[in-house]
């Protein structure tokens, strides 16, 4: 069993920031990429930021480039998502996710370990 756990995340103001952590653990396994995705009350889960295991590549949702940053977290054997200038469209339910292949990072079906997700809202 592999468990993946976010924490982190909350209310804020818009123009705030907050750090969303996803802490990994269980059976040992391939690491291609990890993910953060988002999912609004009645819309799809969207990509918002992958990173490549190994290299340390990064890729970014047009819709946060600039704003949101992706990195390692060792202590976690995890990733963090570092989000600033928070805007209320931000709103959602943020999901940490392993990939099972390099490409295609912005597509759901590229992860096959999915954490339960952290909410973030953000008010203006």
């Known amino acids: 069993q592999v468990q993946l756990v976010e924490s982190g995340g909350g209310l804020v103001q818009a123009g705030g920031s907050l750090r969303l952590s996803c802490a990994v653990s269980g059976r040992t396994f391939s690491r291609y990429a990890m993910g953060w995705f988002r999912q609004a009350p009645g819309k799809e889960r969207e990509f918002v930021a992958a990173i490549r295991w190994n290299s340390g590549v990064t890729h970014y949702a047009d819709s946060v480039k600039g704003r949101f940053t992706i990195s390692r977290d060792d202590a976690k054997n995890g990733v963090a998502l570092q989000a600033n200038m928070l805007k209320p469209e931000d709103t959602a339910a943020y999901y940490c996710?392993?990939?099972?292949?390099?490409?295609?990072?912005?597509?759901?079906?590229?992860?096959?370990?999915w954490g339960q997700g952290t909410q973030v809202t953000v008010s203006s």
């Open positions: 996710a392993s990939a099972r292949w390099y490409s295609d990072l912005n597509n759901t079906r590229t992860y096959d370990h």
